[in-house]
């Protein structure tokens, strides 16, 4: 007997029955995803375009696929398509370097390599960009703590 629904298609992680998972707009429901981010791994190696996540509900166990409810559909732009513009600031470094290095220094003894700083702009601007989308999806105009 099965203990979960399907693995999802990114990082093979189990999805278990009445698990809220993602499917992608343009492959219509070949693959499950467990969430955006692996949904979001999935969009530059499939190379599409334009495509959302759709948020669905896994089966569950005990009731027949007629008795299921119906998926909701929540769309979610792929970060790729929503940060079209490009900025002076998309390559600049965004953490104060020698604060880091001091915290690095202090709580684990190591020293850090410059590479660390792009490495670290990559994410927070990653991270920053998903909780803009969050806010302007809510209609605000200002990012909150809330949004991380």
Not at 14 to 34: E, H, L, P, R
Not at 135 to 144: I, N
Request: net charge positive.
């Amino acid at each position: 007997m099965e203990t979960y629904w399907r693995k999802c298609g990114s990082c093979k992680k189990d999805i278990n029955f009445n698990q809220i998972y993602q499917t992608c707009s343009v492959c219509k429901g070949k693959f499950a995803f467990c969430s955006v981010d692996c949904w979001d791994e999935h969009v530059p190696i499939m190379n599409h375009q334009s495509a959302w996540a759709e948020e669905n509900r896994a089966p569950s166990k005990t009731l027949s696929p007629a008795d299921q409810p119906q998926p909701v559909r929540r769309i979610v732009n792929s970060p790729s398509a929503s940060s079209s513009k490009s900025s002076p600031m998309d390559t600049e470094i965004l953490i104060v370097a020698s604060k880091l290095k001091q915290y690095v220094k202090d709580k684990h003894d190591l020293s850090t390599s410059a590479n660390v700083m792009d490495a670290l702009s990559r994410e927070v601007r990653r991270i920053t960009d998903r909780a803009a989308e969050k806010a302007m999806a809510e209609g605000r105009k200002t990012l909150m703590d809330r949004d991380f």
